[in-house]
């Protein structure tokens, strides 16, 4: 139990960090790309994109598992909520005062969110009692095809950033893919790997 309250505090610190990258500006991750460009040519919140596209990715997963673990999905269904709805909160009340206007503040605003969403991240795998749903996709697909989990998870991202973009120029709206996008692609998978070596490594010592 201690563990699934520590994933869903996580899950939520992870909310915080995507909603810092979403101030800053200056571009987004893969996925998300395509969560702000749903939104902006809708009334639908950010965060409600967010947990409804996860939930989308949950149902797949549930339809791709061969022993079906149904604690184990409404956890998962209750902590993208959590997420969807602490991006929606932070985006929109509590972050949405804040004016950024000069771009190395937006920078240093940037990398701090993917900083904390990485490190967020980076416990919710570690702790093993809950996954994001699409990375338990991408598993159920590699384990199924044989094909590496990666193909599977660089193919998400190669999908959300080309469909943000078509939407994009379909509507007039600005480029959600730029500097940010590369940014995330090497700081937050960075963050997320140190973390779960670090978690790893002192659980190992306080065994020993």
Same mark, same amino acid.
């Given at each position: 139990?201690? %563990? ?12 915080? @960090? ?15 790309? #395509? ?15 967010? /947990? ?5 990715? &949950?149902? +797949? *997963? ?11 999905? +409404? &956890?998962? =269904? ?6 969807? $709805?602490?991006?929606? =909160? ?8 804040? *004016?950024?206007?000069? *771009? /190395? #503040? %937006?920078?240093?605003? =940037? ?10 991240? @980076?416990?919710?795998? $570690?702790? @093993?009692?809950?996954? +994001? ?9 590699? !384990?199924?095809?044989?094909? $590496? ?17 078509? #939407? ?10 730029? !500097?940010?996008?590369?940014? $995330?692609? +090497? ?8 973390? %779960?070596?670090?978690? !790893?490594?002192? #659980? ?5």
């Amino acid at each position: 139990m201690k %563990k699934i309250l520590s994933a869903l505090f996580f899950y939520t610190l992870s909310g915080i @960090g995507i909603s810092l990258t979403l101030k800053a500006d200056i571009g987004v991750s893969s996925f998300n790309s #395509l969560n702000v460009a749903i939104a902006s040519i809708s009334t639908i919140k950010v965060g409600t994109v967010t /947990f409804l596209l996860n939930t989308v990715f &949950l149902l +797949f *997963y549930i339809l791709l598992s061969k022993q079906k673990q149904f604690l184990t999905y +409404f &956890l998962m =269904f209750v902590s993208v909520l959590c997420l969807g $709805s602490i991006i929606n =909160f932070f985006s929109y009340t509590v972050l949405a005062p804040m *004016y950024l206007e000069n *771009y /190395f #503040l %937006k920078l240093a605003v =940037f990398i701090m969110g993917t900083c904390i969403a990485g490190f967020a991240t @980076g416990m919710v795998v $570690s702790l @093993g009692v809950l996954s +994001f749903p699409i990375e338990s996709v991408c598993q159920a697909l590699s !384990e199924a095809t044989g094909y $590496s989990f990666a193909t599977f998870r660089y193919g998400i991202d190669l999908f959300s950033v080309s469909v943000s973009f078509i #939407l994009s120029i379909l509507y007039g709206l600005p480029i959600f893919v730029r !500097e940010g996008t590369l940014i $995330s692609l +090497f700081l937050l998978s960075g963050v997320i790997s140190f973390t %779960k070596v670090n978690y !790893e490594n002192r #659980l190992s010592n306080q065994e020993n």
